[in-house]
């Protein structure tokens, strides 16, 4: 964020460098005819061109992992290893093909994407859109079918994606608005902030090639309809309900429209979105007519029930009030009584009663933010948080000796605060 806006101008045009270099740099020779992994049988073993698309691949991970903000949750890691072992066929398995690895990225963003050797992201914004297990699976086929039948090594020989990189290209060119979005978040606005996500400014900003095509551009109309009909015939063979697939991305084309135009990611683009649903409905009236099967399973809410709620959190940030509020009913709904789920809606309330205008609005606003809060405390009194808060909305409200109680409370379960100083401070003004 030290570098200045003009110099940041500069990053598209070694960004379009950088790419047009990975399409244009492979064998001449090289064949366009790729057939996906265990195909006939055989062994994989990866072409030389391959192996340095997937030599980049790791290094851009690298990038991604120290870049972007990984959700450690490794029992949620696990589940959707468990999914992605389902999916998995038998003949890439036998095969020896790259073994799968998932990654949730704390991303309040629409987006899941695969690189090429078999590492596939998942953002916390799109897990937390979906609404059961076979939804799920319809993501996580579309991704893995772009690593079994080899779409970036197909993408890379493909001459004629030169007009598709250019497209990449004037993505990059987001990132002037990146970098003034990095600018109104020290300065405290962060709804334009959270919606050019880290990950996208990692993305962009670090010239990750690979990334920006699978995260953001896609393969392109043909392959991404080959990701469709391969991820559907994962899911259903795995078991799925198929009439699944075109629901998910109906639902995730309703939920794009609430996170502006800075959307930037592959599946928060409304007229892929589209083709998506007219791809798995034909599937669907046609393939597998008539074909049902496992549609949610108990996991499914247990490992994403906590993944929602933090998500929530992103998004009560992002100013994005509707979906988080929907978010955390959802989460509530399963257990009414987690305290950091109150402590978020206190937030939201919070966060709503300083946008308000009216003043009547301010103050309804902010009792349903003390409701929440008190809540929070009730259900959990160790913990420290809604006792902070209420500290602070008492003092506005000129309730001082609640303020001090809160205050005092807050002090003593978690004395080496990092603010201790300053709500000691709080307390011998209010002592006055």
Known sequence: MAASYPARRTAPKRFLAGVLVVALALPGCASRNVPPMGHGGQPFKPEADERKIWAQAEKEEEKIQKTAKVYDDPLLEDYLARIGDRLTPEQVKTAGGPGFEFHVLRDPTLNAFAMPNGKIYVHTGLLSRLDNEAQLA???????THVTDRHALKFNRDAQNKMILLNVIAIAASIG?????????????????????????????????????????GYGRDLERDADTGGMEKMTHAGYDPNEAPKVFA??????????ALE????????RLEERIESTTELVRTKYAGVHGIVDTEDFPLRTRTVVRENALLDIRAGRFNLAQAQLDRVLAITPRDPTAQIYYGDLYRLRAQRARAKEDKESLARLALERYERAAALDPSSPDPLRQLGFLYYQQKDAERAKEAFRKYLVLKPDAPDAKRIKEYLIELER
């Open 138 to 144: 319809t993501i996580l086929g579309h991704e893995m």
């Open 177 to 217: 608005v990146a970098a003034a979005a990095g600018s109104r978040a020290q300065g405290g606005d962060y709804v334009g902030a959270a919606v050019l996500s880290q990950t996208a400014q990692a993305v962009l900003g670090l010239g990750l090639q690979l990334a920006a095509l699978a995260a953001i551009n």
């Open 251 to 260: 639902l995730l084309k309703k939920d794009s429209g609430d996170h502006g």
């Open 264 to 271: 930037t990611f592959f599946f928060g683009n409304h007229p």
